[in-house]
């Protein structure tokens, strides 16, 4: 098993190849359809007055700051709201889950080079929608009773199930259960690694984050003496925060990538299944 410094070294090298504008693409190519199904759905609750939790509380936070006091619901309008907020979270969920699958596909060609219907592949979620909404379904089900007992079996549970969606998206015909438990198994021995592997990407991206928090709100405060100046300042630096968020985010999903490629190729060939074939 390589170390995480070689496997991040080998991401790098492989985005050098036209990888990252592809994976950029696809994201992209994703999102507009998962934009517009969401903003359609919180187009008809608008025509037909019908309200959210989060438009309520979002209501009710600039009441308070006005002045203005806090009602509470009646039963009827709770519910309402719970209805409207769980299917516009289904929404959100399902089309998400077929962006995921897009920009996994997108890496497992890249880690292989294959350049074949890499575009036309990443958009096989769409054939697929309820069985990826399923897995992702039963793995949060699965850490949400694990975090249950206490914060750290649920941690190891979210590391444990981490590979079901390579496999799900390498191996279409596999099913949740089978995706899950092969996660498992993979993972024995390999999650603390995976977890520094995590920190390598993460750290810079919450500092970058909070960076750009904290000169935002500089900028914001001097933007009264000299708006022009300070205002384009500002749009210019959250452009380039968003780029280098980006673009550690692609590295990151590269090295994990990796990192699911060289465990699969570790594993026996049991009934004919090779996790390092070309299913996809």
């Known amino acids: 098993m390589k170390s995480n410094r070689e496997m991040c070294a ?3 090298e492989m985005l050098k ?3 990252s504008g592809r994976v950029m693409a696809v994201m992209v190519s994703l999102y ?3 934009l517009f199904a969401t903003s359609l759905v919180a187009a008809v609750y608008k025509d037909r007055n019908i309200q959210t939790w989060w438009d309520f509380l979002l209501e009710k936070a600039r009441n308070s700051q006005m002045g203005l006091g ?3 619901p009646s039963s009827s309008i709770a519910w309402s709201m719970t209805g409207a907020t769980t ?3 289904l929404v959100s969920f399902l089309f998400s889950a077929i962006l995921l699958y897009g920009v996994t596909m997108v890496f497992l060609k890249a880690i292989r080079n294959d350049e074949s219907r890499w575009f036309a592949d990443s958009f096989g979620g769409y054939a697929r929608p309820l069985q ?3 897995l992702i379904f039963v793995i949060h089900v699965r850490m949400f009773l694990w975090s249950l007992l206490l914060f ?3 941690v190891v549970a979210y590391y444990k199930y981490r590979l079901a969606w390579y496999l799900k998206c390498e191996h279409p015909d596999f099913g949740a259960e089978e995706c899950i438990s092969r996660s498992v198994k993979m993972m024995e021995g390999h999650k603390l690694q995976l977890f520094m592997l995590d920190l390598h990407y993460f750290i810079p991206i919450f500092l970058l984050v909070a960076g750009v928090v904290v000169l935002n709100k500089l900028l914001f405060q001097a933007q009264s003496a000299f708006p ?15 780029w280098l968020e980006l673009t550690l985010l692609v590295r990151y999903f590269a090295a994990r990538t990796v990192f699911y490629r060289e465990l699969a190729a570790q594993q026996p060939q049991d009934g004919g299944d090779d996790l390092t074939g070309d299913d996809i």
């Open 10 to 12: 080998e991401a790098r």
């Open 17 to 19: 190849s036209g990888w």
């Open 32 to 34: 507009v359809p998962t």
């Open 70 to 72: 806090f009602t509470v």
């Open 87 to 89: 299917f516009m979270q």
């Open 132 to 134: 990826l909404f399923y």
């Open 152 to 154: 750290v079996p649920g």
């Open 228 to 242: 022009a100046v300070f205002g384009l300042a500002g749009a210019v630096l959250s452009f380039l925060a968003l």
